[in-house]
């Protein structure tokens, strides 16, 4: 795969789209988005971020906040 070249605020976003997700999916997310990323043939800022909310939507797991959770008290409830 050739290099890409990104910016370093390109890069930063890249890198901080990957914070939301699990530990263990971050760099098959970052590798995913340089597939993508490679196809292309010019990459600028709304292509990185169209990709990147493209990919992340495969990678990204919601916690599940129907579930009752034991043990905390909130004075909202």
């Known amino acids: 795969m050739p ?3 990104l910016s370093d605020e390109q890069m930063s976003a890249l890198l901080a789209a990957s914070h939301p997700l699990p530990p263990d999916s971050r760099s098959a997310f970052l590798e995913h988005c340089a597939r993508e990323l ?3 043939p010019m990459v600028g800022d ?3 971020h169209r ?3 493209q990919v992340q939507r ?3 797991d919601p916690p599940d906040l129907s579930a ?4 905390r ?3 909202y409830r």
Do not use: E, N
């Open 3 to 5: 290099p890409i070249r």
């Open 68 to 71: 009752p959770t034991h043990g």
């Open 73 to 75: 008290v909130s004075k």
């Open 58 to 60: 495969q990678y990204f």
């Open 38 to 40: 490679a196809r292309l």
């Open 51 to 53: 990709v990147i909310m």
């Open 46 to 48: 709304g292509v990185l």
